[in-house]
Structures are given as C-alpha cells and as structure tokens.
C-alpha cells in the first residue's frame, strides 16, 4: 500500500512519492489521443480524462493505493481511492472518461459503465476508439516489423498461436517459426488465437524465439 499526495500523469496513472501507478481494471484515453464529441468534432479526451483526475483527486488528499501486481513494465498497478473513500476507478469510469478493462477486471465496472453509456457522459458523448486498440495501432509497425516477410493476419481466420507454457509464461508463435506446428491450443486454459502481432502483444503475448 502507498498513500500520499498524487501527481496525475495521464487518465489512469499517477506517481505517489515517485512510485508511478496504474490504476488496475480500467484504461482512459491515452494523451494525445483525439476522440470525437457529439457534433463530430475533434478533441483531445486524453487530456480531458487527466484533467479530470486531477481536479478529483485534489478535492480529497491524500490518495491511497492498495497494491494488485506489477505489470509488464514494472508499474504498480493497484486499486486507488481518495481521502474520502471514493474509489478513483469508479469514478472514471462512471463519468464516462475512462473504459471498464475487462481483460483484468473481470467486468467489475461493467453496471457503470453501462449507465455513463446511457446518460451520454464523457467519452459515451460522441465516439472514440478504445484505447488499448489505439495504443494497438499506433506502435503496430514498429511490433511488426521484425516479423518482415512472415503473415501477422491469416485469410478465412486467425492464425497466430497465443500459447501459455507450463511456467505460464504467454508466447505466441506466428506461422514458419520452429514450434509453430507442434503448438496447440487450448481456449480453455487461457490460450487463445490472434490475428496481428501487434494484437498479440498488447495483450501480453511476447513473440517465441523461434
């Protein structure tokens, strides 16, 4: 746990006494990312979601977070809440400025975010594109580009090999590399198939060393 007054570093990440922190089972608009308002106008929701946050956690200091893990940059995710008990997730995403992550939150948020999505408020006010898909797309040539030559989307279904080893270490295998063939998978024990690399990686997936 670690409590102290919080600095905003974008929609869902904060550093506390110099310790960076993601907030767990959510994920708000990226910086720079543009999103559209409700006349089809460009804005910068990223920022708006920062924004936000700040003026929220301000109101009641200090901001406590309970540890849930370290993610695959070594940033403390964990679960935040201000002085008063609020819960900083909740929040967000009630306002409509940050999404429900289902991937790690197991639909904790999901009632909320279905009545932000109804009332219009925040992001639900125009369109906009989820996050982790923006992130997804706007680093997928950089991910792509040692995997030159070999297919990242397969024709009539996806066919790279999301696989989890017995360490449960989660690598993926794109068709023509080693163990390409001889892996299989099983959906039901947290394998899955991806159609790009870039998706794969996002997701948590790192590419097999051959």
């Known amino acids: 746990m670690i409590a102290g007054r919080a600095s905003v570093v974008d929609g869902d990440t904060i550093e506390i006494h110099g310790e960076r922190i993601r907030f767990n089972g959510v994920d708000a608009p990226e910086s720079s990312q543009l999103c559209l308002d409700g006349k089809g106008q460009k804005y910068r929701c990223g920022s708006i979601s920062a924004k936000a946050l700040d003026d929220f956690l301000s109101k009641s200091s200090p901001t406590t ?51 932000a999505r109804e009332q219009n408020f925040g992001l639900w006010s125009g369109t906009f594109e989820n996050p982790w898909d923006w992130r997804a797309n706007k680093r997928a040539p950089a991910v792509s580009a040692p995997f030159a030559g070999l297919p990242t989307q397969g024709s009539g279904g996806c066919k790279i090999k999301g696989n989890v080893s017995a ?41 097999a060393a051959r």
């Open 65 to 115: 977070c309970e540890f849930v893990e370290r993610d695959r940059y070594g940033r403390f995710v964990g679960n935040c809440y201000r002085a008063d008990g609020s819960s900083v997730q909740e929040w967000l995403v009630a306002n409509g400025l940050a999404l429900d992550w289902v991937r790690y939150s197991g639909g904790a948020y999901a009632k909320l975010q279905l009545k």
């Open 167 to 207: 360490k449960g270490e989660r690598i993926f295998h794109v068709p023509g590399q080693a163990h390409y063939q001889r892996t299989r998978i099983s959906e039901n024990e947290g394998e899955r198939w991806f159609c790009r690399v870039d998706e794969a990686v996002d997701a948590g997936w790192r590419p």
